[in-house]
């Protein structure tokens, strides 16, 4: 197996995304028949880039984007007081441990300044809030004058502001905006609502020019509010259960990048909606990673290789650099024991195999080899 080095390092951008899983309680009659319907009682909201992105174009993925630095302004203090303030924001310790590699990307991008007046991991809860309401007009805000401390049950979105159309140009403007209307309606972002969930960093591949280090959230709403796309980074949504959106991706109606492909995996773990809230509150203590895929070229296709995997070396090289083989994917198969890795046959075939234990009291997807009649 070999290595190929890239002297140049990529910029890094800090970004966070959210995964909106709602209950649903709706008829069924949208289903076409020749689908069975959800076995999971949620579903989650993807949202189709538009073709023109620079990054993923036309790709399915949760709401997200960049931190900025208006999400991370001491101005929040203001409006987040008096119920909640520094040093936990009502939060809790911060639970994000990070694991030993790969070490923060190193990055001279002003987006990776953290001398901002607002803990991290609040920063990126407002990035993400931020970021549903320009994407799809989804608005995850608190009264101000609601109870301290986090909401017991899964949570509602706010109904959308009079001018929402208007807000959200000036919001994606000018993030700053995104304060003045959280002040306008007397709100805070529902930080709260948010759930610690995982860390991807961008893998090398290719030319790596636009990569990111995203952190997501989960957050359980008790029904999907309406989403207004912005028909501009975004060009369609769908709401879909975890094996609704599987069939979507294999079947080529949508596009999902590996990342998304595992957490939607790893969502089908849960059998209801009470199952993934519960799961969420029980975990918010728990540990978190940030994991770096490492990029495995096989003679038929890729591994994006996973920490913990019997391939995966825990070397900075990788975080600029990819492997290679001349051997198939199905002979690396045979020779290993211990996975955890995304196999990917072609652009809509994707197989997670994962043979080694999960940490954090995180679960990991099971085994998914799909039929071979997908090939
Ligand atoms: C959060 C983001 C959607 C931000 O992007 P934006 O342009 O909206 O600012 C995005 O960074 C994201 O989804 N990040 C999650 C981790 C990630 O980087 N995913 C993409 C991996 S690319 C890949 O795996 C290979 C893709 C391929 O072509 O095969
Ligand atoms: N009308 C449009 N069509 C396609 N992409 C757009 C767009 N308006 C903004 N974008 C892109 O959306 C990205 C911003 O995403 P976010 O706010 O979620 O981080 C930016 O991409 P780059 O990140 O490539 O600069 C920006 O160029
Ligand atoms: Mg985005």
């Not at 140009?169 to 759930?195: G, K, Q, S």
């Not at 709401?239 to 990342?259: G, H």
């Amino acid at each position: 197996m070999s290595s190929s080095l890239r002297p140049v390092p990529s910029r890094w951008r800090r970004a966070a995304s959210i995964v909106l899983a709602a209950g649903w309680t709706r008829p069924e009659t949208a289903t076409p028949p020749s689908r069975p319907p959800p076995a999971e009682g949620f579903r989650l909201l993807l949202l189709q880039r538009s073709p023109h992105q620079g990054f993923m174009p036309g790709a399915h993925v949760f709401p997200g984007g960049v931190l900025d630095a208006a999400d991370r302004s001491a101005d929040w203090l203001g409006l987040f007081a008096p119920h909640h303030g520094p040093p936990g924001f009502g939060l809790g310790p911060a639970p994000f441990s990070r694991a030993a590699f790969p070490s923060p990307p190193d990055t001279g991008d002003s987006n990776a300044d953290n001398t901002g007046a607002l803990p991290e991991d609040v920063a990126f809860r407002i990035c993400a809030v931020r970021e549903a309401f320009e994407e799809a007009g989804v608005l995850l805000l608190r009264p101000r004058t609601s109870p301290p401390g986090p909401a017991p049950g899964p949570g509602l979105a706010l109904e959308p502001p009079p001018g929402l159309a208007a807000w959200r140009a000036r919001v994606r403007r000018d993030p700053r905006h995104f304060l003045r209307l959280c002040a306008h309606l007397d709100c805070t972002p529902d930080i709260w609502a948010l759930h610690n969930w995982s860390a991807w960093l961008t893998p090398f591949f290719r030319s790596a020019t636009r990569r990111f280090d995203t952190a997501f959230f989960l957050c359980c709403l008790r029904e999907p509010p309406p989403v207004y796309p912005d028909w501009a980074e975004v060009v369609g949504y769908q709401w879909s259960s975890p094996s609704e959106t599987t069939e979507s991706f294999l079947s080529k109606e949508i596009w999902l990048a590996p990342p998304q492909f595992y957490e939607v995996r790893r969502l089908a773990n849960f059998a209801s909606f009470s199952d993934l809230h519960k799961f969420c509150l029980g975990r918010a203590l728990e540990g978190l990673e940030r994991w770096l895929p490492i990029i495995l070229l096989t003679a038929d296709g890729m591994v994006h290789l996973l920490p913990g995997d019997e391939l995966y070396l825990e070397d900075s090289d990788f975080l600029e650099n990819l492997m290679s083989t001349e051997k198939k994917t199905e002979e690396i198969m045979k020779e290993g024991k211990q996975f955890h890795r995304i196999v990917i046959h072609n652009r809509h075939l994707y197989d997670i195999h994962v043979t080694v234990q999960s940490k954090h009291k995180h679960v990991y997807p099971k085994n998914s080899v799909v039929s071979k009649s997908h090939l």
